[in-house]
């Protein structure tokens, strides 16, 4: 299959050129788009075979459900059999953007989309491309992420192409994706919002707004009553409240180590440490430059590059592929960078790759779960 790339722009994109990937979405077939949080690979959610066509194209287990997107909050009513008025709020306050909320599935949803469960979750997009395409084709649009299954997730329209060339007849490139990494996923059944994903709409900002709603010390008795329900699930024989947790995710050929600390100085002496152990557990065969991927801030960089004194074993032994995210250390630049990082360091075919762990700050949770994930770890790690 021909894939054809239709280029618009990231903020007035020409309807008119997305007029063909809106008819072939409209005929079941499959379109990647961009989204604030990663390009997405879109279908009719509500047509079982488009549904089970996404799955093989990603190659992604049966039991991984999916998120339907839609242009508007209000369209959710038809997809689920009830709504909360606490759920209502929670739509109207965080949608559209990177946040998607699990409800009651109707039984016009394909089991399918759902894995099966007897939930469904909805997300907005704000990105103007993604709102005028579900604007265009006006039907609910299951959309993944727009890479098989396992690799990082996309965030530029090349990464796509990298994973589905081919595969699928459209991808519509509008340009780099504003956040870099997925949605929020919450769970809000017993008026608390329970998080079964971490995004860039972080655990403080759904405190925060819980507590306005309900009164502080109201919230404080949903939020109990909420996670011991969720212990409770989790204890029994129920399938997990948020499959997706348990595969390894975003993973980049090579080996991914995290090196922390409480401030940059503390995160180059770690990332010094763990390469002189590199260098000397791992060695290479005589004469091969070992190719060593870097994902850290310039600040950080500056603190490492300091505290090397005088000719290092470390310089001379290896090639260093550094990505510097941003000046300063923060969460949400990185997690921004992160992805089109990993699948850099995959080109250049680096060994192992250091990538600067950061969980203080706005984000943070969210940018060390896909670290840790993408470093190997399940979801043991992550909650
Ligand atoms: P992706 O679309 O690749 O970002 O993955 C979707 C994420 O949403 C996965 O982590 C799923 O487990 C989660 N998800 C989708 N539908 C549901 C649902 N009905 N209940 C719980 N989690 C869901
Ligand atoms: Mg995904």
């Keep these: 299959m021909l894939t054809r790339i239709v280029k618009v722009d990231a903020q007035e994109p020409d309807l008119r050129l997305l007029a063909e990937p809106a008819e072939a979405l409209r005929r079941?077939?499959?379109?990647?788009?961009?989204?604030?949080?990663?390009?997405?690979?879109?279908g009719a959610a509500l047509n079982a075979a488009t549904v089970a066509r996404i799955f093989a194209v990603k190659d992604r287990p049966a039991d991984n459900p999916l998120i339907i997107h839609l242009s508007e909050p209000s369209l959710a009513i038809d997809l689920t059999t009830g709504i909360s008025e606490f759920e209502v709020a929670l739509m109207a306050r965080f949608m559209p953007g990177p946040f998607t909320l699990v409800l009651p599935r109707h039984e016009r949803v394909p089991d399918i989309v759902s894995a099966g469960q007897d939930t469904v979750a909805i997300r907005c997009p704000e990105n103007p491309v993604a709102q005028a395409l579900m604007r265009l084709t006006g039907i609910p649009l299951a959309a993944p992420s727009a890479n098989r299954s396992g690799r990082p997730s996309p965030t530029v329209a090349?990464?796509?192409?990298?994973?589905?060339?081919?595969?699928?007849?459209?991808?519509?490139?509008?340009?780099?994706c504003q956040i870099g990494i997925e949605s929020t996923v919450v769970i809000a059944r017993d008026d608390y919002p329970i998080i079964l994903r971490p995004g860039l709409v972080t655990r403080e900002m759904l405190a925060d707004f819980t507590?306005?709603?309900?009164?502080?010390?109201?919230?404080?008795?949903n939020r109990e009553c909420a996670e011991a329900s969720q212990r409770e699930q989790s204890r029994s024989q129920a399938p997990?409240?948020?499959p997706g947790q348990k595969y390894r995710h975003y993973a980049p050929r090579a080996r991914l180590e995290i090196f922390t600390g409480d401030d940059s100085g503390a995160r180059a002496k770690d990332l010094r440490a763990r390469l002189e152990r590199y260098l000397s557990v791992e060695s290479p065969q005589e004469g091969v430059e070992r190719l060593v991927g870097l994902f850290i801030s310039s600040a950080t960089l500056e603190a490492f590059k300091g505290g090397l004194s005088g000719p290092t074993a470390l310089s001379a032994e290896l090639r260093p592929?550094?990505?510097v995210y941003a000046a300063e250390p923060d969460p949400s630049a990185a997690a921004h960078e992160l992805f089109a990082a990993l699948r850099s360091f995959d080109r250049v075919g680096a060994a192992v790759i250091f990538a600067e762990g950061l969980s203080a700050g706005s984000g943070g949770e969210a940018y060390m779960n896909r670290l840790r994930r993408a470093a190997g770890g399940g979801a043991e790690e992550d909650e």
């Design 211 to 221: 507590a306005e709603y309900f009164g502080v010390e109201r919230a404080e008795q």
């Design 321 to 323: 592929e550094v990505i």
């Design 28 to 42: 079941g077939e499959l379109v990647a788009f961009p989204t604030e949080t990663v390009y997405g690979l879109g």
């Design 240 to 242: 997990p409240l948020s």
């Design 158 to 176: 090349r990464d796509v192409a990298e994973d589905l060339d081919g595969k699928i007849p459209y991808i519509v490139d509008g340009g780099a």
